[in-house]
């Protein structure tokens, strides 16, 4: 099961708005409503931001947001603040064996 | 809460074992998978295993398969990785995860055990 396609790295200035995108096959992210999207800074375990394509979790901002159209799903993150400088992974449901797949992760530069 | 506390990693030489641990607590273990994933120094995240509640349906990396071997205790809530023929690519953070849903994967993370392979 190949990975899925992220782009390795987005910025943007505070204030504005990022969309991340993530692409799989019609075997992950088409097939499925079934994608998650996490959080990590460095030197700390990963954070669930989004789950089931497009919901949040409890606690995590509403400007975090999650769609998807066909193979590619995204996250937006509108009014972007220092602290959302992170790498951000995708993650999709695949069926059976393995279950699940990541994307590669993508850098967020906060300019 | 949930709480997973991670803990065996540490440095070993290649061709050597370790076993990891992960203790869980605040929800009911057996009701739920359980997996391990790592993340190499300054790369992604990688599935390494998962294991059901029951403990019948199990999931390895190709990169991992026929050298860890993944299990769970049910009655001490604890999940365990032994990894066998360890090599310098699996030098990583490995982390402890629980699996919520299909479409919630990993909404609790460890903190994370680094395990280091060199001589």
């Known amino acids: 099961q190949s990975a899925l396609t992220q782009p390795r790295s987005v910025s943007g200035s505070p204030g504005q708005s990022v969309t991340i995108s993530c692409t799989g096959t019609?075997?992950?992210?088409?097939?499925?409503?079934?994608v998650s999207w996490y959080q990590q800074h460095p030197g700390k375990a990963p954070k669930v931001m989004i789950y089931?394509?497009?919901k949040r979790p409890s606690g995590v901002p509403d400007r975090f947001s999650g769609s998807k159209s066909g193979n590619t799903a995204s996250l937006t993150i509108s009014g972007l603040q220092a602290e959302d400088e992170a790498d951000y992974y995708c993650?999709?449901?695949?069926?059976?064996?393995?279950?699940?797949?990541f994307g590669g992760g993508t850098k967020l530069t906060v300019l | 809460q949930v709480q997973l506390v991670e803990s065996g990693g540490g440095l070993v030489k290649p061709g050597g074992s370790l076993r990891l641990s992960c203790a869980a607590s605040?929800?009911?273990?057996?009701?739920?998978?359980m997996s391990w994933i790592r993340q190499a120094p300054g790369k992604g995240l990688e599935w390494v295993s998962y294991?059901?509640?029951?403990?019948?349906?199990?999931y390895y990396a190709d990169s991992v398969k026929g050298r860890f071997t993944i299990s769970r205790d049910n009655a001490n809530n604890s999940l365990y990785l032994q990894m066998n023929s360890l090599r310098a690519e699996d030098t990583a953070v490995y982390y402890c995860?629980?699996?919520?849903?299909?479409?919630?994967?990993?909404?609790?993370w460890g903190q994370g055990t680094l395990v280091t392979v060199s001589s």
């Open positions: 995860g629980h699996i919520q849903t299909s479409g919630y994967p990993l909404d609790y």
């Open positions: 605040g929800f009911t273990f057996s009701d739920y998978y």
């Open positions: 294991i059901s509640g029951s403990g019948n349906t199990i």
């Open positions: 019609s075997s992950d992210v088409g097939g499925y409503n079934y």
């Open positions: 089931d394509v497009s």
């Open positions: 993650c999709s449901y695949a069926g059976n064996y393995p279950s699940w797949v």
